[in-house]
């Protein structure tokens, strides 16, 4: 059974920085996408970053330069370091994994099979 589980969120102060950790059991973590997606209040899930399988990293335009994306194989965990939060970053963050992402799909919800519970972000002063 695949397992996703976010940590690492809370509340920041516009500037900040904040790292996000996903942690991954029930699969072949080393040949999975691993994805960041984030759902604010009223709006849709959007996509923020993710990364294929041979840590090639993909970014939405939002985040591009703010935020990096990285995995560790050795610990089955994809880390999101989100550096100069906005408030408009404030939203619940999602951890997503699938084997089989489309590269040119990347940034599509609808592509992962697998996703965490959600952690909250909240940029605030």
């Known amino acids: 059974q695949v397992q996703l589980v976010e940590s690492g969120g809370g509340l920041v102060q516009p500037g900040g920085s904040l790292r996000l950790s996903c942690a991954a059991s029930?699969?072949?973590?080393?040949?999975?996408?691993m994805g960041w997606f984030r759902q604010a209040p009223g709006k849709e899930r959007e996509f923020v970053a993710a990364i294929r399988w041979n840590s090639n990293p993909a970014y939405s335009d939002s985040v591009k330069g703010r935020f990096t994306i990285s995995r560790d194989n050795a610990k089955n965990t994809v880390y999101l370091q989100m550096n100069a939060l906005k408030p408009e970053d404030t939203a619940v963050y999602y951890c997503?994994?699938?084997?089989?992402?489309?590269?040119?799909?990347?940034?599509?919800?609808?592509?992962?099979?697998?996703w965490g519970q959600g952690t909250q972000v909240t940029v605030s002063s």
């Open positions: 029930g699969l072949t973590f080393r040949t999975y996408t």
């Open positions: 997503a994994a699938d084997r089989n992402v489309i590269l040119s799909s990347i940034g599509d919800p609808d592509q992962y099979d697998y």
